[in-house]
């Protein structure tokens, strides 16, 4: 099992930026495809963003592509959301997960197929 826990979210005004990090332990993160979610007020967890073990593959939400980045550094277990050009609509908790396979050659973006979860930081967008 991997170990995570999220941190830097915050209150920022529409138009402003955020950078999420993730500290991951226990067993090797770095074969294991990394993902973050957030879960609005009233609303079911939503998919945001998915980079593979290796790195070399990235998959967005169509709502976040263009203004968030995902990234990852495995010599410091850690994965990071870059937020840029923030909404309202981007107001929620996000979390986040580690793929329950390793090694995993196709990006998953189901949040069944994570098995491991953090338990999440508050973003709030105000307008």
């Known amino acids: 099992q991997v170990q995570l826990v999220e941190s830097g979210g915050g209150l920022v005004q529409a138009g402003g930026s955020l950078r999420l990090s993730c500290a991951a332990s226990?067993?090797?993160?770095?074969?294991?495809?990394m993902g973050w979610f957030r879960q609005a007020p009233g609303k079911e967890r939503e998919f945001v963003a998915v980079k593979s073990w290796s790195g070399g593959s990235t998959a967005y939400a169509d709502s976040v592509k263009g203004r968030f980045t995902i990234s990852r550094s495995n010599a410091k277990n850690t994965v990071y959301l870059q937020m840029n050009s923030l909404k309202p609509e981007d107001t929620a908790v996000y979390y986040c997960?580690?793929?329950?396979?390793?090694?995993?050659?196709?990006?998953?973006?189901?949040?069944?197929?994570?098995?491991?979860w953090g338990p999440g930081t508050q973003v709030t967008v105000s307008s």
């Open positions: 226990g067993r090797t993160s770095g074969n294991y495809a």
């Open positions: 997960a580690a793929d329950r396979r390793n090694w995993r050659l196709k990006l998953v973006t189901d949040e069944t197929e994570f098995g491991s």
